[in-house]
Antibody
Framework: EVQVLESGGGLVQPGGSLRLSCAASGFSVTSYGITWVRQAPGKGLEWLSG???????HYADSVKGRFTVSRDSSKNTLYLQMNSLRVDDTAIYYC?????????WGQGTLVTVSS | EIVLTQSPGTLSLSPGERATLSCRAS???????LAWYQQKPGQAPRLLIY???NRATGIPDRFSGSGSGTDFTLTISRLEPEDFAVYYCQQYGGSPRTFGGGTKVEIK
């Protein structure tokens, strides 16, 4: 069964850093892309970043230079390193298996940026 | 960046009725690379349609997608109680990938 599972969310102060993990099962992260999407409280979905099967990365302008995607193929896991966090980064962060669209989503991990 | 505008913002309908949701793009979406998702409160999005008209695995045939270029439609032929939710379109024909603002389908 194809599954992705996010972890690593929590409370962080403005300007701080956090690393989210997306553990994949039922498929290899070197065979499929993975993307990160977030949803601020009561708001819609925002595409953030992604890594293709070949390892190429893409970022939304809103996080370029602050967020970095990486992966550990041996753990079949993708990471989202988030630096210089701002209050408006507060959201549920989802990862999804990505073929241009997300066909399998995790349940999300909540990131709260607050002093 | 391709901006997706969904309308209406809220659709109030009764079970058994037909729902028609619109997604309009600010520029043509390459190869009709458009997807639709359903999201219920407290849950992750669920893929319904990809490539504008292809149902994802396990999606009932009361859900159908159509359109090309800049105008796309998601139709739910007969609303079931579990279909009341928020629906998002998303394009993957251009970079960055973008989502529409969503349409809430609520019980009338």
């Amino acid at each position: 069964e194809v599954q992705v599972l996010e972890s690593g969310g929590g409370l962080v102060q403005p300007g701080g850093s956090l690393r989210l993990s997306c553990a994949a099962s039922g498929f290899s992260v070197t065979s499929y892309g993975i993307t990160w999407v977030r949803q601020a409280p009561g708001k819609g979905l925002e595409w953030l970043s992604g890594m293709s099967a070949s390892g190429h990365t893409h970022y939304a302008d809103s996080v370029k230079g602050r967020f970095t995607v990486s992966r550990d193929s041996s753990k079949n896991t993708l990471y989202l390193q988030m630096n210089s966090l701002r209050v408006d980064d507060t959201a549920i962060y989802y990862c999804a298996r990505w073929s241009g669209y997300g066909d399998s989503w995790g349940q999300g991990t909540l990131v709260t940026v607050s002093s | 960046e391709i901006v997706l505008t969904q309308s209406p913002g809220t659709l109030s309908l009764s079970p058994g009725e037909r729902a028609t949701l619109s997604c309009r793009a600010s520029q043509s979406v390459t190869n009709s690379y458009l997807a639709w998702y359903q999201q219920k409160p407290g849950q992750a999005p669920r893929l319904l349609i990809y490539g504008a008209s292809n149902r994802a695995t396990g999606i009932p045939d009361r859900f159908s997608g159509s359109g090309s270029g800049t105008d796309f439609t998601l139709t739910i032929s007969r609303l079931e109680p579990e279909d009341f939710a928020v629906y998002y379109c998303q394009q993957y024909g251009g970079s960055p990938r973008t989502f529409g603002g969503g349409t809430k389908v609520e019980i009338k």
